[in-house]
């Protein structure tokens, strides 16, 4: 999966991102044609990658993964918070029933919202992400790190098909893979699920309903800002993802 942010601005990421300032807003961008992303329930090779580790089995994983005092959180109800809302032909961001509901109309197309542009460092991130999605290989998840001079962050990405991936992506550069494969602990095409990332000690984890995945190692950004994201496959119309109880906390 190639994410350059190439910022092709749309209607919606003009408004949003304010010439690139870092204005909290919504981004969005074709897709790469090389994916990380699996596609037909399968895994593909990415541009290789450092320090992963595989998924322990479900006995050796702690019931909740660790995380400290509150930094962030959001249920949506009542839009305390100023995510990055807006529909185009390609996609929809917008708040729908005390909620944050992303579509994507377009194949192969990556858009991302973000409530601040407060930077974080050494994170727990958790968010409910409800599926609606008629493609089993839409990737959906957390970015955090991200960068506000270039765009680059770390990223977690579950699929319905049971595909997951921690990803570093480096502006105008091929993403670099820290971690990916299919899990028989993430849920095929389940209507809810429970995604966690830490982000910081030069440790990413992704965690699915209180289960540890996989952990990959990279330690090169330290602190930035959090967005949540969706991306489509091969079918359009396919994705449709509205996410909840968003919380950001100190990790432990």
Same mark, same amino acid.
């Given at each position: 999966?190639?994410?350059? $942010?190439?910022?092709?601005?749309?209607?919606?990421?003009?408004?949003?991102?304010?010439?690139?300032?870092?204005?909290?807003?919504?981004?969005?961008?074709?897709?790469?044609?090389?994916? $990380?992303?699996?596609?037909? *329930?399968?895994?593909? *090779?990415?541009?290789?990658?450092?320090?992963?580790?595989?998924?322990?089995?479900?006995?050796?994983?702690?019931?909740?993964?660790?995380?400290?005092?509150?930094?962030?959180?959001?249920?949506?109800?009542?839009?305390?918070?100023?995510?990055?809302?807006?529909?185009?032909?390609?996609?929809?961001?917008?708040?729908?029933?005390?909620?944050?509901?992303?579509?994507?109309?377009?194949?192969?197309?990556?858009?991302?919202?973000?409530?601040?542009?407060?930077?974080?460092?050494?994170?727990? $991130?958790?968010?409910?992400?409800?599926?609606?999605?008629?493609?089993?290989?839409?990737?959906?998840?957390?970015?955090?790190?991200?960068?506000?001079?270039?765009?680059?962050?770390?990223?977690?990405?579950?699929?319905?098909?049971?595909?997951?991936?921690?990803?570093?992506?480096?502006?105008?550069?091929?993403?670099?893979?820290?971690?990916?494969?299919?899990?028989?602990?993430?849920?095929?095409?389940?209507?809810?699920?429970?995604?966690?990332?830490?982000?910081?000690?030069?440790? $990413?984890?992704?965690?699915?309903?209180?289960?540890?995945?996989?952990?990959?190692?990279?330690?090169?950004?330290?602190?930035?800002?959090?967005?949540?994201?969706?991306?489509?496959?091969?079918?359009?119309?396919?994705?449709?993802?509205?996410?909840?109880?968003?919380?950001?906390?100190?990790?432990?």
């Amino acid at each position: 999966m190639k994410i350059q $942010i190439k910022l092709a601005l749309t209607v919606l990421a003009i408004a949003a991102l304010a010439c690139g300032l870092g204005v909290p807003g919504i981004t969005t961008t074709e897709a790469a044609p090389t994916p $990380i992303v699996p596609g037909g *329930g399968g895994s593909t *090779g990415g541009s290789g990658g450092t320090g992963a580790t595989e998924a322990p089995n479900p006995t050796d994983v702690p019931a909740n993964p660790p995380s400290g005092r509150s930094l962030f959180d959001d249920d949506f109800r009542g839009r305390d918070t100023n995510w990055g809302v807006g529909t185009d032909t390609d996609s929809s961001v917008e708040y729908v029933n005390d909620a944050l509901q992303f579509k994507v109309f377009t194949q192969n197309f990556f858009v991302w919202s973000q409530p601040t542009d407060e930077e974080f460092t050494n994170v727990h $991130i958790e968010v409910t992400a409800n599926n609606a999605s008629t493609d089993s290989n839409v990737a959906f998840g957390i970015m955090c790190a991200q960068q506000f001079m270039d765009d680059s962050f770390y990223y977690v990405y579950i699929t319905p098909a049971g595909d997951y991936g921690i990803v570093k992506s480096i502006f105008v550069e091929d993403d670099v893979e820290l971690a990916s494969g299919f899990s028989d602990l993430i849920p095929q095409n389940a209507s809810s699920y429970r995604i966690g990332a830490d982000c910081g000690n030069g440790v $990413i984890t992704l965690y699915v309903n209180g289960q540890q995945i996989a952990t990959g190692s990279d330690a090169e950004y330290t602190t930035g800002r959090f967005a949540l994201f969706v991306w489509s496959d091969e079918v359009a119309n396919g994705a449709d993802i509205t996410y909840d109880d968003f919380v950001v906390t100190e990790m432990k």
